[in-house]
């Protein structure tokens, strides 16, 4: 894994719109991925995952859809609320990383009521 | 899911000392991991926790920096030696509950270490 920079990308919405972060992968091989959420002083929070061999998945209130061409994955998330706002992160894993997760650099997500 | 608990939470440390962080799970687990993530950065994995055997160490990471034990499929501990500044971090433990490829792998709170 890497850990990329000091300054994260930021998304700044408005409570009830829907969010749409993006993530680049670069890792040809990986064929599992998740998302995850951390909010401030706690432990990522997994949200949702997605297998290479499907290119969208709905959970509750969030989406993520996978691009294995152009290596690129996103989260939506429907009628953010000002609870949503946090880090997130996409992961990655496959090839030779048996289990291991690769992090993408992270997002903050900033919610206004 | 699982409940995972980590010990310390946080702590501040002199330069030189080690601190031991404990990584408790409610039910036994495939896999455990263990992550570094430096102030307002991503995660970078350190090592894979095996039990009954010694650590996996991804590039970069060393048994004598970060010793590493697991004595059964509920418990790890990762001790963070001769510590400097750079050690600053939040240290997390994961798990993986069933192992393989496509299973979830869920988190800690996380120690938050300040090396003075």
């Known amino acids: 894994g890497e850990s990329v920079g000091l300054h994260l990308p930021t998304l700044s919405v408005q409570e009830g719109d829907n969010s749409i972060i993006n993530c680049a992968y670069s890792?040809?091989?990986?064929?599992?991925f998740i998302w995850y959420k951390q909010e401030s002083g706690k432990g990522p929070q997994f949200i949702i995952d997605i297998r290479s061999n499907m290119d969208k998945r709905q959970g509750q209130r969030v989406t993520v859809l996978l691009n294995k061409t152009v290596k690129h994955l996103s989260l939506q998330i429907a009628a953010t609320q000002p609870g949503d706002s946090a880090v997130y992160f996409c992961a990655e894993s496959g090839g030779t990383s048996y289990g291991k997760l690769t992090f993408g650099q992270g997002t903050i997500l900033t919610v206004h009521p | 899911s699982a409940v995972i608990s980590q010990k310390p939470s946080r702590d501040i440390c002199q330069r030189g000392t080690s601190l031991t962080i404990q990584c408790q799970v409610d039910?036994?687990?495939?896999?455990m991991f263990w992550y570094r993530q430096q102030p307002g950065q991503s995660l970078t994995l350190i090592a894979t926790?095996?039990?009954?055997?010694?650590?996996?160490?991804e590039s970069g990471f060393v048994i004598d920096k970060f010793p590493i034990s697991r004595p059964n499929l509920t418990f790890s501990t990762l001790t963070v030696s001769n510590m400097s500044p750079e050690d600053s971090s939040i240290y997390l433990c994961?798990?993986?509950?069933?192992?393989?490829?496509?299973?979830?792998?869920?988190f800690g709170p996380g120690t938050r270490l300040t090396v003075l």
């Open positions: 994961s798990v993986s509950l069933a192992g393989g490829l496509y299973n979830e792998q869920f």
């Open positions: 890792n040809s091989a990986s064929d599992y």
């Open positions: 926790a095996n039990q009954g055997s010694e650590a996996t160490y």
């Open positions: 039910s036994q687990v495939t896999m």
